[in-house]
C-alpha cells in the first residue's frame, strides 16, 4: 500500500482551509485515504475527523492510499497541500 | 448540490459566517443567510428566513440544509416553513448543530456533492468535534 510523509509547514498547522481542500482532492478518488498523525488516524475524506487530529506546525503526518488509484490520489494530495506541507525527512540510519 | 441557509440574530454574525464559508468550502455552494430583525435590530425575521431559503432553492440547491443559532429563531424559521409549498417544503432540512461550526462541516460536504444526508449528518458532527490538542 503506498504512503508518503509530509511535514505540516504552515505557521497555523492543517487549519480549516487547507484540510477542506484536503478532502475536496480526496473524495475524487475511490482508493480508502487514510491519514496518520501522533498515533492516530483519520479518514482523509472527513473534514471532522481530519479537524479532530489537530495537527500543529511542524507536527509529521503520513498519507495511505489503498485502491485503485492509490498513487494519483497521494501525488494530488501532496500537490493540493503544497504550500502547506513539505516533504518529511527520511528517519536516519 | 445542497444549500445552506444560515440564520442569527445578527446580521454582522451570518455576513461573517458566509465570508468564512465562502473561503473554506469555496464558492460553488449556495449559501443565503438572514440574521436580525427587518429593522436591523438583533433578532430574527420570518420574511427575512423566508427570503433566504427562496433565494437558495431559486439557486439550484437540489435540498437545502437550514442552521439556526438559538431562541426565537426556531420561531421565525417556523412561521417562514408554513409559506413554502409542499414540494419546496420536502427540500428543506433543519440542522440541530452549532452554527459556526456546523455550517462550515457542512459546506464542506456540500462542495464535493454530497447528499442531504451526509451534509445534515457532517453539520451533526460538529456537536463533539475536537478542538483542542490531545492531552
Partial sequence: MPDIRLTVIDPSGLHARPAARFVQTATRFASRITIHHDGRDADAKSLIALLGLTIRPSSEITLEADGPDADQALAALAAELTPYVAAAAEPAG | ?135
Fill in chain 2, 1 to 135: 448540490m445542497v444549500g445552506l441557509v444560515l440564520i442569527s440574530h445578527s446580521g454582522t454574525l451570518v455576513e461573517g459566517l458566509r465570508d468564512m464559508v465562502v473561503q473554506v468550502a469555496g464558492d460553488e455552494v449556495p449559501v443565503a443567510i438572514a440574521g436580525g430583525t427587518q429593522d436591523g435590530r438583533l433578532g430574527t425575521s420570518a420574511p427575512h428566513i423566508a427570503a433566504a431559503i427562496r433565494s437558495t432553492l431559486d439557486a439550484g440547491g437540489d435540498d437545502i440544509l437550514v442552521l439556526l443559532d438559538l431562541g426565537s429563531a426556531a420561531l421565525s424559521l417556523e412561521i417562514a416553513l408554513e409559506d413554502l409549498d409542499v414540494a419546496d417544503r420536502a427540500r428543506v432540512r433543519v440542522s440541530e448543530a452549532p452554527l459556526v461550526e456546523g455550517a462550515i462541516l457542512a459546506a464542506v460536504q456540500a462542495s464535493i456533492g454530497a447528499s442531504i444526508d451526509e451534509v445534515a449528518a457532517a453539520a451533526d458532527g460538529a456537536a463533539t468535534m475536537a478542538k483542542l490538542p490531545r492531552a
